[in-house]
């Protein structure tokens, strides 16, 4: 197995992804190659020690910054990490996914001009695992398509299907459509449209589903568009950090409060574990023509590592192939 | 003074609207009308001692339910608590306000159709006092127009920037646009037009926000369509919720961890009571002409008293007349 990892993305690069591919080649059983600024990947690589033949390095001179248009970006920079590590994963049959941390509306556009659509899919879409109060749920689109059709959700619908079931090992994945009320005649006419679409074309479709229902694990799937999906994970994020700040500023107000905290450390260091969304890898973009994986921008090499893991397991499950049989 | 409830609005109609209606009068100047089936009202009145002139009851044999079709409950149930009681306000120069925690989309409706709009605005819009890592800020639209045009925001902007003046005292209020990038590129066409237009017509109007800077206090205002409101309240509620589930559950597995949650918590009563927004009362339905509050469907007794005093502040501080000279 040899995966692509864009030495050059997010906000930490080349040092955390480095960091974080040493690891992974240490604990996964694939080859990586590295595609960035090659002076610059091997400075950071000659820090480690590691068998030399499981990394190899790409050099790709130019660098798309993580809030550069991303379309214009990739028109104009034809050597950029994104590029050529996208154009190696198409070329060759030698790689077998391709991962980045780097801008996404980038990753994305790269990744659908030059891999093109799978049969029956008409846009990409990004998922996300998701830690909730029951298990781990699959949130798509979080931000490929912010203005897609009906039909656009229902491929995001059958493609969580397939992985909720391959990667997410569960048998019979209920799938929600998130929309602001319960009955299927709420929301705008383009919700309505795909609730129709959903209830015609997905047997185990479950429904509307509130976004205060997110996080309690009612469904395995939860569709929505790209403009929605990106506000979830963020307010999702915002209020956990807020009540972060405001639990530690409250609890260095008393004594008390703080020797409790040390008492409770352990266990909220479980908490934290659980709701840190680094642990469970990237989010990967799907219905494109290979596996692509878009790792956050603030990715630590913990992070990359994770995505590492989560595309492995994608490979070895056969992801693309059972996409093709089960939405096309 | 005189504020009609909607008695029969809510989960725990009447028993919690009463009960909050009698605290309410005993704390602030103002007389209560509650209007709903009568012989109920009276039936939870008898069981408190308060002044008997303070508080009015009028018939309205009607209810409109929590999941009823907002349009059409309007127009059959023409005595339904909602209806009378939007048309007491409208009817006479006695009436100051109303408040229901009842079907919001019938309780829009009926405003929108028997007080009509604000000189100037086209549709109205819900807006919520949100609690920050800084203070208090507005959240607007959560719910009421879900399908918006650009001029809707921006008349939601101006109409946020009054209430944060006048109601939240808040100087040179900071008013950003909730979006998906930073950039004024950023986003659907309808975002880019929404952010032309606001920078043209908001002088203090600070660009985009992402959904993660929501509650970390940089905007005194934030505006975005009723679609997207409603999600990012109802997933802030939802992670707060399962973030307290998980928090429970992980401190009943270790015996030092409850007793570190047991010296906690004064400090995370505290915090509870700054997160909850029954605190600040209810939603102010703004646009339409007269003082509408909306409360939230699950409302208790405090949550209906702290909603009574939210409008006291409204009508003392004339909010309507400031609307509609700075936004008309």
Tied chains: 1, 2.
Excluded at 33 to 51: C, I, N, P, Q
Excluded at 112 to 129: Q, W
Aim: hydrophobic share 40%; net charge neutral.
């Amino acid at each position: 197995m040899n995966i692509i990892v864009d030495a050059m993305g997010g906000d930490h690069a080349p040092y955390e992804i480095v960091k974080g591919v040493i690891q992974a080649i240490k604990e996964f059983d694939t080859n990586v190659t590295l595609v960035g600024v090659a002076d610059d990947v091997r400075k950071e690589l000659a820090k480690y020690d590691y068998s030399k033949d499981r990394i190899k390095v790409v050099h790709a001179p130019e660098v798309i910054g993580m809030h550069d248009p991303a379309t214009s970006s990739i028109r104009k920079k034809k050597n950029s990490s994104i590029t050529v590590g996208v154009n190696l994963l198409k070329g060759s049959e030698k790689y077998d996914a391709f991962i980045s941390a780097g801008n996404t509306g980038a990753v994305v556009c790269a990744s659908t001009v030059i891999l093109k659509m799978l049969p029956g899919v008409e846009r990409p879409a990004i998922g996300l695992v998701i830690p909730t109060q029951k298990h781990l749920s699959f949130l798509i689109d979080v931000g490929a398509n912010t203005d897609p059709k009906p039909q656009h959700l229902l491929h995001s619908a059958l493609m969580a299907n397939v992985y909720a079931k391959k990667i997410l090992n569960i048998e019979n994945p209920k799938i929600g459509l998130l929309n602001i009320g319960a009955e299927e005649s709420k929301g705008t006419e383009f919700m309505k449209e795909t609730h129709r679409l959903l209830t015609e074309r997905v047997p185990n479709f479950d429904g509307n589903l509130e976004a205060n229902e997110i996080f309690s694990g009612r469904c395995d799937c939860i569709i929505c568009d790209g403009y929605v999906g990106n506000i979830v994970i963020k307010v999702a994020e915002s209020v956990m950090e807020s009540a972060g700040a405001l639990i530690k500023r409250e609890i260095k107000k008393s004594p008390l409060a703080l020797w409790g905290a040390f008492l409770m450390k352990s266990r909220l260091l479980h908490i934290k574990k659980h709701a840190d969304y680094t642990e469970y890898g990237g989010a990967p973009l799907l219905g494109v023509n290979g596996l692509v994986m878009i790792s956050h921008g603030r990715s630590s090499a913990k992070a990359i590592k994770n995505a590492i893991r989560a595309t492995v397991r994608e490979v070895e499950d056969n992801l693309i192939e059972n996409m093709i049989k089960e939405v096309g």
